[in-house]
Nanobody, 122 residues
């Protein structure tokens, strides 16, 4: 079982920056691919950014490319989302997501954080 705790959300004005953090506990963090998702009322949760377990590969949703950066520190069991040049449309609840394949059972393990609100408004 993995516990994910997000922090760093809050309010920002357009053009400003925020950094989200997600700290994991309960299992071997470096075995997990990590992602950030976001959700607004009435819409499905969407993938914002993802990073492989070793940090060698990342991917981004088109609207955040060039503005957001996902990174991880496996020594601190933490994944980050640096959000620059924020826009009002980035307003959402942001969720940390972890996934891994159990090497013994081959089962897919998925865990979610509780979410942190990001509000971008002038």
């Amino acid at each position: 079982q993995v516990q994910l705790v997000e922090s760093g959300g809050g309010s920002a004005r357009p053009g400003e920056s925020l950094r989200l953090s997600c700290t994991a506990s309960g299992d071997t963090f470096r075995n997990y691919h990590m992602s950030w998702y976001r959700q607004t009322p009435g819409k499905e949760r969407e993938l914002v950014a993802g990073i492989t377990n070793g940090g060698e590969s990342t991917r981004y949703e088109d609207s955040v490319k060039g503005r957001f950066t996902i990174s991880r520190d496996n020594a601190k069991n933490t994944v980050y989302l640096q959000m620059n040049s924020l826009k009002p449309e980035d307003t959402a609840v942001y969720y940390c997501h972890a996934d891994s394949i159990d090497l013994v059972t081959k089962a897919l393990k998925i865990y979610w954080g509780q979410g942190t609100q990001v509000t971008v408004s002038s």
